[in-house]
């Protein structure tokens, strides 16, 4: 029973991107309103919604080309003061793979925090994905 139970879940997650995806708190900084300086893990007090990546490798490897793909990168997320929307963000160090630091900018954006309190925060992320092809053939 055990066994099948196994390999229901490896067919159904055949072909997917297996992750780690980590946004460390607590290494990075985040500015105030009024130019304070703290750890970024205050300022993730704050959120009001954080959005997470998409990467979109799976689409174009085909079904027999695994890849990693991985990448440690630091972003300065720009916050209006009025809205607490992210307003601008900047790859201050590139994770080596345009896809992942596009994918990282797309999410960043989408982040609110609290109106008024935050002007700037910096975070660093690593990402670790391994894509696992899977030839699915019917058995007639």
């Known amino acids: ?5 196994v390999a229901l879940v490896q067919l159904a997650s055949a072909g997917q991107m ?6 460390p708190v607590g290494v990075g900084y985040a500015t105030d309103a009024k130019g304070g300086r703290y750890s970024n893990s205050v300022a993730m007090k704050d959120v009001l919604f954080a959005d997470r990546p998409r990467y979109s ?7 027999e080309q695994p890849r ?3 990448g440690s990168g630091v972003f300065r997320l720009s916050i ?6 992210v307003s601008q963000v900047t790859a201050i160090k590139s994770t080596g ?3 992942l630091d596009s994918a990282n900018t797309k999410a960043f954006k989408r982040w609110v925090f609290r ?3 935050w002007k700037e925060i910096i975070i660093p992320t690593t990402v670790r994905k391994t894509w ?5 053939e019917a058995a007639w």
Do not use: C, H
């Not at 297996?18 to 946004?23: E, I, K, L, P």
């Not at 490798?57 to 079904?63: E, I, K, N, R, W």
């Not at 209006?80 to 929307?85: A, E, S, Y």
């Open 68 to 70: 990693n793909i991985e």
């Open 57 to 63: 490798y799976g689409a174009q490897l085909g079904f």
């Open 18 to 23: 297996a992750s780690y995806v980590a946004m």
């Open 97 to 99: 793979d345009s896809g």
């Open 80 to 85: 209006d003061l009025n809205t607490g929307r």
């Open 115 to 117: 109106p008024g309190k």
């Open 132 to 136: 696992v092809g899977v030839r699915m």
């Open 1 to 5: 029973m055990v066994m099948v139970v």
